[in-house]
C-alpha cells in the first residue's frame, strides 16, 4: 500500500489525522499568544522611532514610518538621565552582590538537617510573606537608622527576598547530591568549605536566577526613590524618566504653548518621549536576558521540584 501524503512527510509519519489538527491548533494557539505578547513590545519600540502624527492616525502598526529620533533627543539631552543611569547601575550592582552575598549563604544553612531550627526560621521568614509593618512604620524606622536621602535605603532593606531564599533553599537540599555531602565530610572538609568548594560551582543555574532576579528587582525600584528619597542627585532611573515624562506631559497640556492648535502637536510629541522613555527603562534588562535564558530556565525547574 502506498503512503498517504501526509505519512510520506517526515514531521506527519506515524501521527493520526487527530493528531495533526491537534498539533495544527496547538502550534496556532502558541503563535497567537507569542504574537500578544511580543508585538506591543514590537509597537513601543517603532513608536519610539516613528513620526508621531502617523502613530495617531493609525499608519505605524508593522514598520517604522516617518522615522526620527526626536524623543530620544529629548531624553539623552537632560542631563538628569546620566545621573539616574549612574545612580541604578550601582544600586543595582552592589545590591545584586549583597543579595547573593546574604540569600545563597542563608538558603544553604536552612537547607542543612543537621541545623535544628531551620523550621522554626523559616517559619519567620515565611511569616514576612504575608504580613508586614506598613509604609508609617517603615518610613520612620528608616528615618531613625538614617536611611533617608541616603543611597543604602536602595540596597540594606531588600537584601532578601524571602521568595528567592525559598527557590535557592529547595536548589540546595533537593538538587545536589546527599552522597556528594558525605564524602565530602569523610574527607575532612568543613560545612563552609564544602559551600563555598562544592555547592557553589554546582549552582552556577540558580544563581544566575536569582541574581537576575535581584536585578530586575533594583532596576525597576520605583517606590523606593519616590517616598525615601528627597535628593535629586541619589535618584533612580525611573523616578528621573518618570520626571522627565511629566514635564513633557506638563509642557503638551499648554504650559508652554499658550494653548491652541499648538497643544495637539505638542501632545503627539509628548507621547513619542514616553514611548522612547519605556524602551530607555526597559532594553539594558532585555539586552540581559538572552545571555541567561539557558541558566533561568534550568534553574528556575530545579528550584520549583519541592518547596
Known amino acids: 500500500m502506498s503512503a498517504t501524503p501526509l505519512q510520506s512527510k517526515g514531521f506527519f509519519r506515524n501521527r493520526t489525522p487527530g493528531d495533526v489538527a ?12 507569542l504574537f500578544a505578547v511580543v508585538y506591543p513590545v514590537y509597537f513601543v519600540v517603532i513608536a519610539s ?5 502617523l502613530i495617531a492616525t493609525g499608519e505605524v502598526w508593522l514598520w517604522p514610518k516617518g522615522v526620527n529620533l526626536f524623543g530620544y533627543e529629548q531624553i539623552f539631552n537632560d542631563a538628569r538621565i546620566w545621573t539616574g543611569y549612574g545612580n541604578t547601575l550601582l544600586y543595582s550592582a552592589v545590591g545584586t552582590a549583597l543579595n547573593l552575598v546574604v540569600t545563597l549563604p542563608a538558603a544553604y544553612a536552612l537547607s542543612r538537617p543537621e541545623f535544628r531550627p531551620r523550621r522554626v526560621l523559616m517559619l519567620f521568614f515565611v511569616f514576612t510573606l504575608f504580613f508586614n509593618g506598613g509604609l508609617i512604620p517603615t518610613y520612620l524606622l528608616y528615618r531613625d537608622l538614617g536611611l533617608l536621602d541616603n543611597w543604602l535605603v536602595f540596597i540594606l532593606p531588600p537584601a532578601v527576598n524571602v521568595y528567592n531564599l525559598i527557590i535557592a533553599r529547595a536548589f540546595f537540599e ?4 546527599k552522597e556528594l555531602f558525605e564524602a565530602a565530610m569523610i574527607d575532612g572538609v568543613s560545612y563552609l568549605q564544602y559551600f563555598a568548594k562544592v555547592a557553589l ?6 544563581i544566575s536566577v536569582i541574581g537576575l532576579y535581584y536585578l530586575v528587582q533594583h532596576w525597576n525600584d520605583f517606590f ?11 535618584q533612580p532611573l525611573q523616578i528621573v524618566l518618570r520626571d522627565i515624562l511629566l514635564s513633557n506631559q506638563a509642557f503638551a497640556g499648554g504650559a508652554g504653548t499658550g494653548g491652541g492648535s499648538g497643544v495637539g502637536y505638542d501632545q503627539q ?36 521540584v519541592k518547596g
Do not use: W
Not at 560551582?201 to 540558580?206: D, E, F, G, Q, R
Open 269 to 304: 510629541y509628548a507621547d513619542q518621549i514616553k514611548y522612547g522613555v519605556i524602551v530607555v527603562s526597559s532594553l539594558p534588562v532585555l539586552v540581559l536576558y538572552p545571555f541567561l535564558q539557558r541558566y533561568f530556565e534550568k534553574g528556575v525547574l530545579i528550584g520549583s
Open 22 to 33: 491537534f498539533m495544527l491548533v496547538f502550534g496556532t494557539m502558541c503563535v497567537a499568544i
Open 224 to 234: 523606593t526613590g519616590l517616598v525615601f528619597v528627597r535628593d535629586n542627585s541619589l
Open 201 to 206: 560551582p554546582l549552582s552556577k543555574a540558580i
Open 174 to 177: 533537593h538538587s545536589l547530591p
Open 49 to 53: 522611532l516613528s513620526n508621531p502624527s
